[in-house]
């Protein structure tokens, strides 16, 4: 959570940042340069697409999360003490690069650290928490706006390092992936990590053995294939492309339904929308980062209920329906006086980032690191974050100078691209709930790879503890890849 306030208060901070005279005189900034300062960062994480799933593979999820902060402080400096647009960018490329490493280290962290029934909660409110970072970035501009001096956008950029901070704190009290320790022939550590996060401690938990035998025993079998940890490996089978298919496409979609529209140049679509007091425009920032958060959270409680293919299919369908009206109000009252019809058009925006929060927001970080195996968790998820963040400058650059051109007429493009988003989804993308990482093997391989009950089917009660405990030893031993004594490994 801490991990991803950083990314939310960076966009909130942006976005009031692009509001404060302070900033865009301190710069001279035009359409061009307003476009570079903002999508710099997006620059940073596409470049660590390129090396972060390696080094999350090599160093550990854990170590891998410590230099993503250090590079963040990194940034975070440069960019405070920025004397021109050169030196300001610099920092933001820096910040991306950071951010982009917990973006590949974070999820595959927790996807493969917490249990079933936690494992959607845990990775959806990581993300809700970009809009933690949002409202507390969107208050502290507020707050600085009336500074007569640059610090009025110092300041926030300072305390954008705060998070980085107590993630660093916090790294030494928690365990390393048991899948990571596992594939690295550590199964005595990872076996007690499992233990600690799955049963309080207790190595006999019938859980915890059948998890870990699931883990060991597919590992293996991947090993026995020839499967490295690689980018070629995303490609070597038709599992693989398809797992590597649908997690780009989540990739895809957060960066293009229109969000980051609202998310960067909030100020640009309340100007056309007819609100143009920039304190006004702080306000709405401030509430919005709110009510984003809280349709967020809603749709993070609902993601294991619903599934994450119909929450998709939810939260696209309607930001269809309010982009376009968003599209129309614009059109209909953004140059006019009527204060019904601005109040409407600022309805439709909240209505629209709504619909988004509410399914996208847990989903971007939540489904990827599900659907791919371990072999090609790290390095998928460092392919998913070059494209997220590729597709987030372009998108990031274009959105100001389309919005300047054809205004209104953005937002209807987007829609009918919305509609080309929810037919894939529909037609395209699997169901992963109630299933172990493991599990979620059956539907692209066609078959387990371990002989032990379901998880969930441990849980409740279908098969009893004792059966379960017979079977994972004998299935270990049988294969000679372990051996469980009571009470010791």
Request: proline share 3%; net charge negative.
């Amino acid at each position: 959570m801490i991990t991803s306030i950083t990314l939310g208060y960076d966009g909130s901070m942006m976005n009031a940042l692009n509001i404060l005279p302070s900033y865009t005189d301190y710069f001279s900034l035009d359409t061009a340069t307003l476009a570079l300062n903002t999508a710099s960062v997006w620059v940073g994480g596409c470049i660590s697409g390129f090396f972060a799933g390696q080094l999350t593979d090599w160093v550990g999820r854990r170590p891998a999360l410590l230099w993503a902060a250090l590079l963040t402080i990194v940034g975070v400096i440069l960019q405070s003490a920025a004397q021109n647009i050169a030196m300001f960018i610099a920092g933001r490329i820096i910040i991306g690069i950071g951010t982009g490493v917990s973006a590949v280290a974070a999820p595959t962290y927790l996807s493969e650290t917490t249990p079933i029934e936690w494992r959607a909660f845990s990775l959806g409110i990581f993300y809700d928490f970009w809009y933690v970072g949002g409202l507390v970035s969107a208050g502290v501009t507020f707050g600085t706006a009336n500074i007569l001096n640059t610090w009025a956008w110092r300041a926030p950029s300072v305390l954008q390092a705060l998070p980085s901070f107590f993630c660093i704190a916090i790294l030494p009290f928690i365990p390393e992936s048991p899948r990571w320790l596992a594939y690295r022939n550590r199964q005595d550590e990872a076996l007690e990590v499992l233990a600690v996060s799955h049963a309080w401690g207790d190595k006999q938990d019938p859980i915890v053995l059948t998890e870990f035998a699931e883990i060991v025993e597919t590992i293996r079998y991947e090993k026995s294939t020839g499967a490295t940890v690689s980018p070629l490996e995303t490609l070597r089978t038709k599992g693989n492309r398809y797992r590597l298919l649908l997690a780009l496409s989540v990739a895809v979609i957060q960066a293009t339904t229109g969000n980051n529209i609202i998310s960067f140049y909030l100020g640009t679509m309340l100007d056309q929308a007819g609100i143009s007091n920039s304190t006004q425009q702080l306000q709405v920032n401030i509430v919005l980062s709110a009510w984003c958060l809280v349709l967020s959270l809603i749709g993070t409680a609902y993601a294991e209920r619903l599934g994450r293919k119909w929450l998709a299919i939810i939260s696209t369908a309607l930001c269809v329906i309010f982009i376009f009206l968003v599209g129309a109000f614009t059109k209909l009252y953004g140059t006019s006086t009527n204060q019904s019809g601005i109040y409407a058009t600022t309805a439709m925006i909240f209505l629209f980032q709504g619909s988004y929060s509410f399914g996208w927001t847990p989903l971007t970080v939540m489904y990827p690191p599900e659907v791919l195996n371990y072999t090609t968790r790290a390095i998928g998820m460092g392919m998913y974050t070059f494209l997220a963040n590729g597709m987030g400058l372009m998108v990031t650059m274009a959105f100001p100078f389309a919005l300047a051109a054809i205004g209104w007429e953005t937002y209807m493009i987007n829609g009918s691209f919305d509609v080309l988003l929810l037919l894939f989804v529909i037609f395209v993308w699997v169901e992963t709930k109630g299933k172990s990482l493991e599990e979620i093997d059956v539907i692209f391989d066609g078959v387990k790879h371990a002989d032990v009950p379901d998880v969930m089917d441990v849980k409740r009660g279908t098969v009893g503890p004792k059966q379960v405990q017979e079977q994972v030893q004998h299935d270990l031993q049988s294969k000679g890849i372990y051996t469980l004594e009571t009470g010791e490994v």
